[in-house]
């Protein structure tokens, strides 16, 4: 009787050391993955939402302390764009540290990153990290934004992210939907079959 447990014993942890070993190689194994966003408007957080549910990601709003509300709130936010200010945000709800690829989206003011944004990126060491963009504008800006925050990220070095670029007219469901299968493709390192 303990010569046949020790053999099942031994039979079970044959079946089990391979399929433990695979598994921490495996580049299959799923990743964590985190959306940031800033929204003012709601459209970026759609987008956020859409891609959260996609990529099966834990969802960051980053909340400016500023007021940009309002004809003034919203003139104050496009010259602080603008000028490359950063602002007091609240403090993430999660760990960066917990998540290898961060997906990172706000819109685009006048061509530049948000200010919320800008402080999240510079607020947060992101080396390491396999990073996606996104952005949104009305019809212009959103490529331009989309380089300032590569810049930002990567500091100087050359580096080039995956981004998703929409304007508001993009966000009718079927061709948003389509623009986010194809940014996780890109994300994820997929070759998309047409």
Known sequence: ???????????????????LAWSEVNPLKEKKVLVVYYSRTGHTQLVAEKLAKKFNADLERLIDKKKRT?????????????????TVIEPLKVSLSDYDIILIGGPSWFGNVTPAVRTFIMQNDLSGKKIGLFGLCHLTGVEEAAQEATDLISKGALKKFPTMPL??????????LNKIDAFYAEVMGETRKE
């Open 1 to 19: 009787m303990r010569k046949l447990t020790g053999k099942i014993a031994v039979f079970l942890l044959c079946l089990l050391i391979p399929g």
């Open 70 to 86: 309002g004809p003034i709130g919203f003139t104050a936010a496009g010259k602080d764009a603008v000028a490359g200010k950063t």
């Open 167 to 176: 304007r508001e007219g993009e966000l009718a469901e079927d061709v948003l």
